[in-house]
């Protein structure tokens, strides 16, 4: 009988941690699969067409998402001069000023922004540009992202603020330096590669967001100039041709996924790579 | 710690004076602690400002439809009948589908990288599958619509003679529908789940492990009776915030989920969901009404997903990490 319990209970040892181990056979594998399967599609479909050309007409074979391209570049630089000052300054506030139930507050609502699905933030760029000005625009686009940059900033800011030494900070003041100065000579350069690694990062994650573009800055097959002006991004290309019934435009969304993943990926790889020595990354 | 001002004592050598408010100014400390409380305050203001948009834009559609906006199934934008039941179904299928298959997947993951596989194999496996939570989601959907449909179409018949007897997997079947979608989600929650249960498998003490093998477990009861149960609450946050995402995730279901406003008790048919009918119908949404449907439909969807995060928050941190 012990026997036979003690056969069970090893046998129910293996299963389980076989089973286990199928589990990450599977998580990964479908990681490489997919990772394999865009690189092969995506990078057979790609031309340098692609990099210097507008879309042509349905029909017409050829081109390019040289626009899109540009107009991913444009809304990023709105969303980083919107979402980064405030998200920066956000997280020095909490790192070096908070402590009170105010920076509980803030903290908590930071969480709840991030978590606020992308839709919801378009609908809310809408409501804010679009509403009152009776046109999608670039500046909506951007307003969109930028609203999505927020909370991350704030957090790795504050993440790679606190990761700094308090000796460095008493050392400042020892020296007789004000606060404000030994923040701002000697905190933030400390911080300063974790800080701009995380808005790599943060940069990277909202250049593959497509839905709170689809009704801000809505699409553009030509170029757009100025910032008052529809403009086309790339994820948004993506999607508007991956559901459209053409052949020809199915690949020019692959070659259009394949730069899109590399770049995202790149950005991701070198960041982590960068950050390799801390264990958390916002997200 | 907010503003206190550094106290000057006059215990020993020359007495200074305490630097008076014009020479703290120009040092910056004021000046420096008004402008970041600006942007702390700011971030509140944004998000206070997201919800009265919300709230106020959906006013038409409130006022006419009420609670009853949240129960009734007719979506019938040429008579302005608005009802938001087959998105909230289709939402609420989804996100099931996809914890149904992410849950199991994924803690199992987090287990073996946690608690088996040698720590560099860990790290490396752990590498890769954050990078997949780093891949846009309109690329999710792209490889659904190219992928896993046909992937589907092929196993459809032999999942048909398997749970063909249930409604849930009768009627015909097109490719897209409720199932590829949460295949979709499932794939895309999955490294949520595995990076953050990992982490609080791997924070659990080593003590516990250790007491429990020097009872006699073995390795699996270790890790199921000890080290799991310990590890709950963070494995639960997980879950939640991986359910958050599913709930609000727009691109990759919108492309596959079939976009139909109907319910029906069959996973293989098409159906919609919140994001997806605002991704699609928001820039074709003629009249002030329908419109304001459609923003009503976001705040019930902000509504979801705050609550679900809360909780979430609130599982894997616990509440003192935002006491600093």
């Given at each position: 009988?012990?026997?036979?319990?003690t056969?069970?209970?090893?046998?129910?040892?293996?299963?389980m941690?076989?089973?286990t181990g199928l589990?990450?056979?599977?998580a990964?594998?479908?990681?490489?699969?997919?990772?394999?399967?865009?690189?092969?599609?995506?990078a057979?479909?790609?031309?340098?067409?692609?990099?210097?050309?507008?879309?042509?007409?349905?029909?017409?074979?050829?081109?390019g998402?040289?626009?899109?391209?540009?107009?991913?570049?444009?809304?990023?630089?709105?969303?980083?001069?919107?979402?980064?000052?405030?998200?920066?300054?956000?997280?020095?506030?909490?790192?070096?000023?908070?402590?009170?139930?105010?920076?509980?507050v803030?903290?908590?609502?930071?969480?709840?922004?991030?978590?606020?699905?992308?839709?919801?933030?378009?609908?809310?760029?809408?409501t804010m540009?679009?509403?009152?000005?009776?046109?999608?625009?670039?500046?909506?686009?951007?307003?969109?992202?930028?609203?999505?940059?927020?909370?991350?900033?704030?957090?790795?800011?504050?993440?790679?603020?606190?990761?700094?030494?308090?000796?460095?900070?008493?050392?400042?003041?020892?020296?007789?330096?004000?606060?404000?100065?030994?923040?701002?000579?000697?905190?933030?350069?400390?911080?300063?590669?974790?800080?701009?690694t995380?808005?790599?990062?943060?940069?990277?994650?909202?250049?593959?967001?497509?839905?709170?573009?689809?009704?801000?800055?809505?699409?553009?097959?030509?170029?757009?100039?100025?910032?008052?002006?529809?403009?086309?991004?790339?994820?948004?290309?993506?999607f508007?041709y991956?559901?459209?019934p053409?052949e020809?435009?199915h690949?020019?969304?692959?070659?259009?996924?394949?730069?899109?993943?590399?770049?995202?990926?790149?950005?991701?790889?070198?960041?982590?790579?960068?950050?390799?020595?801390?264990k958390?990354?916002?997200? | 710690?907010?503003?206190?001002?550094?106290?000057?004592t006059?215990?020993?050598?020359?007495?200074?004076?305490a630097?008076?408010?014009w020479q703290?100014?120009?040092?910056?400390?004021?000046?420096a602690?008004?402008?970041?409380?600006?942007?702390?305050?700011?971030?509140?203001?944004?998000?206070?400002?997201?919800?009265l948009e919300?709230?106020?834009?959906?006013?038409?559609?409130?006022?006419?439809?009420?609670?009853?906006?949240?129960?009734?199934?007719?979506?019938d934008?040429?008579?302005?009948?608005f009802?938001?039941?087959?998105?909230?179904?289709?939402?609420?299928?989804?996100?099931?589908?996809?914890?149904l298959?992410?849950?199991?997947?994924?803690?199992?993951?987090?287990?073996?990288?946690?608690?088996?596989?040698?720590?560099?194999?860990?790290?490396?496996?752990?590498?890769?599958?954050?990078?997949?939570?780093?891949?846009?989601?309109?690329?999710?959907?792209?490889?659904?619509?190219?992928?896993?449909?046909?992937?589907?179409?092929?196993?459809?018949?032999?999942?048909?003679?398997?749970?063909?007897?249930?409604?849930f997997?009768?009627g015909?079947?097109?490719?897209?529908?409720?199932?590829?979608?949460g295949?979709?989600?499932?794939?895309?929650i999955?490294?949520?789940?595995?990076?953050?249960?990992?982490?609080?498998?791997?924070?659990?003490?080593?003590?516990?492990?250790?007491?429990?093998?020097a009872?006699?477990?073995?390795?699996w009861?270790?890790?199921?009776?000890?080290?799991?149960?310990?590890?709950?609450?963070?494995?639960?946050?997980?879950?939640f915030?991986?359910?958050?995402?599913?709930?609000?995730?727009?691109?990759?279901?919108?492309?596959?989920?079939?976009?139909?406003?109907?319910?029906?008790a069959?996973?293989?048919?098409?159906?919609?969901?919140?994001?997806?009918?605002?991704?699609?119908?928001?820039?074709?949404?003629?009249?002030?009404?329908?419109?304001?449907?459609?923003?009503?439909?976001?705040l019930?969807?902000?509504?979801?997903?705050?609550?679900?995060?809360?909780?979430?928050?609130?599982l894997?941190?616990?509440?003192?990490k935002?006491?600093?």
């Amino acid at each position: 009988m012990a026997n036979l319990h003690t056969l069970r209970r090893k046998t129910v040892n293996v299963v389980m941690l076989t089973i286990t181990g199928l589990c990450t056979f599977i998580a990964a594998g479908t990681l490489v699969y997919i990772l394999g399967y865009l690189f092969v599609h995506g990078a057979t479909s790609l031309t340098l067409d692609f990099f210097t050309k507008l879309p042509t007409p349905v029909g017409e074979s050829g081109g390019g998402m040289a626009n899109a391209i540009v107009g991913s570049g444009k809304l990023l630089l709105l969303a980083s001069l919107f979402g980064i000052p405030i998200g920066f300054l956000g997280g020095v506030y909490l790192a070096e000023f908070g402590g009170s139930t105010f920076s509980y507050v803030v903290r908590y609502v930071t969480d709840l922004l991030n978590g606020v699905p992308s839709i919801v933030i378009g609908i809310f760029a809408y409501t804010m540009v679009v509403l009152p000005q009776k046109h999608f625009s670039t500046l909506a686009g951007g307003l969109a992202l930028g609203v999505m940059m927020i909370p991350i900033a704030v957090r790795s800011t504050e993440e790679f603020l606190r990761a700094v030494p308090n000796s460095l900070r008493e050392g400042a003041m020892a020296l007789g330096a004000t606060k404000a100065r030994s923040i701002l000579t000697v905190v933030i350069p400390a911080a300063k590669n974790g800080i701009m690694t995380g808005i790599m990062l943060n940069l990277a994650r909202v250049a593959g967001e497509t839905a709170p573009l689809l009704f801000t800055s809505f699409g553009n097959r030509y170029w757009s100039s100025g910032w008052e002006q529809p403009i086309s991004a790339l994820p948004v290309m993506i999607f508007t041709y991956a559901i459209a019934p053409y052949e020809d435009w199915h690949k020019q969304a692959w070659a259009a996924g394949f730069v899109l993943l590399t770049m995202v990926l790149t950005v991701n790889i070198i960041a982590r790579a960068v950050l390799s020595k801390r264990k958390h990354i916002a997200r | 710690m907010a503003a206190t001002p550094t106290t000057v004592t006059t215990s020993a050598g020359p007495v200074r004076p305490a630097p008076g408010y014009w020479q703290r100014l120009r040092g910056g400390d004021e000046a420096a602690y008004v402008i970041t409380f600006m942007a702390a305050a700011g971030i509140l203001a944004i998000t206070g400002l997201l919800v009265l948009e919300l709230y106020t834009n959906s006013s038409a559609s409130r006022g006419k439809f009420g609670w009853s906006f949240l129960v009734t199934s007719t979506w019938d934008p040429v008579n302005d009948q608005f009802g938001a039941l087959p998105f909230i179904y289709g939402t609420v299928v989804t996100s099931f589908l996809a914890l149904l298959m992410g849950i199991p997947l994924g803690v199992g993951a987090a287990i073996f990288l946690a608690e088996l596989a040698p720590p560099k194999i860990s790290d490396a496996l752990t590498f890769l599958i954050e990078l997949l939570a780093a891949v846009p989601s309109v690329i999710y959907g792209l490889l659904g619509v190219f992928v896993l449909i046909p992937i589907l179409r092929e196993i459809e018949p032999s999942l048909k003679a398997a749970l063909g007897w249930t409604p849930f997997f009768s009627g015909p079947f097109y490719g897209v529908s409720l199932f590829s979608a949460g295949v979709v989600l499932a794939v895309m929650i999955i490294p949520f789940i595995i990076s953050i249960s990992r982490e609080v498998i791997l924070s659990v003490p080593g003590d516990q492990r250790e007491a429990a093998l020097a009872l006699g477990a073995t390795r699996w009861e270790t890790t199921w009776d000890i080290v799991v149960p310990y590890a709950k609450k963070g494995i639960m946050g997980s879950i939640f915030l991986a359910l958050a995402r599913a709930l609000g995730e727009t691109m990759a279901v919108t492309m596959v989920v079939g976009n139909d406003p109907k319910i029906k008790a069959s996973l293989l048919a098409p159906g919609y969901s919140i994001a997806a009918v605002i991704a699609n119908e928001f820039t074709e949404a003629t009249g002030q009404l329908y419109t304001s449907a459609l923003i009503e439909l976001g705040l019930v969807l902000f509504a979801l997903t705050i609550v679900i995060n809360g909780m979430a928050r609130l599982l894997i941190i616990g509440a003192d990490k935002y006491k600093a």
